[in-house]
């Protein structure tokens, strides 16, 4: 495996000097309100058809349209975005996609057409993850702050699935899904017009106009293998939610269903504040998998099939490792990644994860009856994560120099 070794020091940094930085929190609060709808629009979507008469069935088939378009289509908007900038791109895949989100409540009674608008939304999606981590090196050339800003950014991604689908429930509580799906699609143009009027992204300009074009080869057996190892986290994030499920069915608990989910997304915060507070000893290739033996090993102790406490208490290990793993693959596809095709990158290694997730629920769904294999399947995702990492290390290279990524 061709992942490249770095030194790394122990300087440290705080926060506030990272978000104190020009443009820091625009960027970053901007990509949080404007992937909020990732987190709305699936619960909001069911909740539509439901209130309408529609089948559970039906508002969760058009629920995982959206989830799996948006999924599948990263690369494609991510190498639009490394040719044509990332205005050209995210402004109108903003506009589509609130455009189909605002106009899906007067189609959910018809079957054909909803899903074609819940598809329309999903494929313009607009790739503000992979951009922001486009911007990072142009915003912070110090690679200090950098590291803390990249561990600040994964850590949050997570809340985004608790805020997002209490937000849609007080909405339509309050009023209706229809209203919940219109705010949705008003935050979703909200935060991209705060990140793509920004300097900095106004500013980027695509890698090929910069170093000649040459589009070059993207997956390297590097490349290959890290993708594929974070095929297996996802799997493990997906099983985790309906092993969540099917603990508030075996112990009669609704509450069960989210808090697990919660307390995974909050290890996952609380870890990556803790792992983005300073830089760690050793290369990314070791960190990585440091990060990815603890997220294994966390996982072992829904083996027993805990009682709620101690569930909750364990799901929350895990996700303490997450942010380490994904802050430091995103390193690693920086460095593996051609330079004129970097954003594309970045948009692989989300789907990557994504796949893996849209899998493990899928083999959850059918081992919802046998819990003890249920409840092995989130650590048998992650043992596939960390095989992939060990077998593949032996092979990598040297670091590649001068690689900087989008400096104006």
Same mark, same amino acid.
């Given at each position: ?36 709808? #990732? ?39 991510? *190498? ?7 205005? *050209? ?19 959910? #009674? ?12 999903? /494929? ?41 689908? /209490? ?5 339509? !509580? %309050? ?17 991209? %017009? ?22 070059? *080869? ?22 985790? #939610? ?7 069915? $075996?112990?009669? !608990?609704?509450?069960? %269903? ?31 998998? !440091? ?23 364990? %799901? ?19 460095? /593996? ?11 692989? /290694? ?45 092979? $990598? ?7 900087? *990524?989008?400096?104006?």
């Amino acid at each position: 495996m061709t992942l490249t070794d770095s030194p790394t020091s122990r300087a440290r940094t705080t926060y506030g000097a990272v978000l104190g930085s020009p443009h820091v929190t625009r960027l970053l609060g901007g990509t949080l309100i404007g992937r909020l709808p #990732n987190g709305m629009a699936p619960v909001a979507i069911v909740l539509l058809v439901t209130a309408d008469g529609g089948t559970l069935a039906f508002g969760g088939l058009l629920s995982a349209l959206y989830g799996l378009a948006s999924a599948l289509s990263q690369p494609v908007k991510g *190498r639009l975005m490394d040719r044509h900038g990332q205005t *050209r791109v995210s402004g109108p895949a903003a506009t589509l996609n609130s455009a189909a989100l605002l106009a899906l409540p007067a189609t959910s #009674n018809t079957t054909s057409l909803a899903i074609v608008i819940v598809v329309l939304g999903g /494929l313009s999606a607009p790739p503000l993850e992979a951009g922001l981590r486009a911007l990072w090196p142009s915003v912070l050339p110090d690679p200090v702050r950098r590291h803390t800003a990249l561990a600040l950014d994964t850590g949050t991604q997570g809340l985004l699935y608790i805020t997002g689908p /209490l937000l849609v429930a007080a909405l339509t !509580t %309050a009023q209706s899904p229809a209203l919940a799906l219109t705010v949705t699609a008003v935050l979703g143009l909200t935060g991209t %017009a705060l990140v793509l009027t920004a300097p900095p992204s106004r500013a980027w300009k695509p890698a090929a106009t910069r170093v000649g074009g040459a589009p070059g *080869r993207l997956f390297s057996s590097g490349l290959f293998m890290l993708f594929v190892a974070l095929v297996g986290v996802g799997v493990a994030i997906g099983g985790m #939610n309906v092993w969540a499920v099917a603990m508030a069915e $075996r112990h009669d !608990t609704d509450l069960l %269903a989210g808090l697990l989910p919660a307390a995974f997304s909050t290890g996952s915060f609380l870890g990556g504040l803790l792992y983005g507070h300073r830089t760690w000893p050793g290369p990314p290739t070791r960190q990585l998998l !440091t990060g990815a033996a603890g997220f294994a090993l966390g996982w072992l102790p829904l083996l027993t099939l805990p009682t709620p406490a101690p569930a909750t208490a364990a %799901a929350f290990v895990p996700g303490a490792f997450l942010t380490l793993i994904v802050a430091r693959a995103f390193t690693i596809t920086d460095t /593996l990644a051609p330079p004129t095709r970097t954003t594309e990158a970045y948009a692989w /290694l989300i789907l990557s994860i994504g796949v893996g997730q849209a899998a493990g629920t899928a083999l959850a769904g059918r081992l919802a009856d046998h819990p003890h294999t249920l409840a092995a399947l989130p650590a048998e995702g992650a043992a596939l994560a960390l095989a992939v990492l060990l077998l593949a290390r032996p092979g $990598r290279s040297p670091a590649r120099p001068g690689r900087h *990524r989008h400096h104006q």
